[in-house]
């Protein structure tokens, strides 16, 4: 299918764990985001990565981490999971300056 | 601090009438600005943007307007239909092409 994926859409883990969310596009998009949605907050930016292997913290990267050795790959992983990561977790995709973003479907992680 | 502010957590508007969605942001480095539509258990989608140069931007129902000196943007939808109920967010993009959100306002169109 063409477009932006997420999986899975729907997890529940516990604290401590090592949980990995996957962001897959199809586009060749050079820049690949990942945001969490928050009550209050709206969206936001957890990391960014202009094109493959190159990466950068947002606004909120604390007990994150990111990979991209491929460009239509950008796995999110979480590796010990606390409570206040239980979130919505959005990732996106565009191809450059000045243009808009676009979205996955989202991920609903509850860390019990 | 907050650099991008809606003020206004929801909005109730009689189907047919404007909808005004509001949103200040802090930088006045930003030149480019978006809005997003966000219904439930779905991801966000573009709706319209503009960009620093532009004081206004049309696509059928929706307008931007945007005020660099007072820091302010604006999105009106008109006339307002059922369909557009959803959460509406601003955001504003900065280095890198990263962009910073506001927290969203609710917009529900009553028939």
Known sequence: DAGITQSPRYKITETGRQVTLMCHQTWSHSY?????QDLGHGLRLIYYSAAADITDKGEVPDGYVVSRSKTENFPLTLESATRSQTSVYFCASSDGTESEQFFGPGTRLTVL | DQQVKQNSPSLSVQEGRISI?????????????????????????????????????????????????????SLHIVPSQPGDSAVYFCAVMGYGNKLVFGAGTILRVKS
Not at chain 2, 51 to 62: A, P, Q
């Open chain 1, 32 to 36: 690949m985001f990942w945001y969490r």
């Open chain 2, 21 to 73: 969605l509001n949103c200040d942001y802090t930088n006045s480095m930003f030149d480019y600005f978006l809005w997003y539509k966000k219904y439930p258990a779905e991801g966000p989608t573009f709706l319209i943007s503009i960009s620093s140069i532009k004081d206004k931007n049309e696509d059928g129902r929706f307008t931007v307007f945007l005020n660099k000196s007072a820091k302010h943007l």
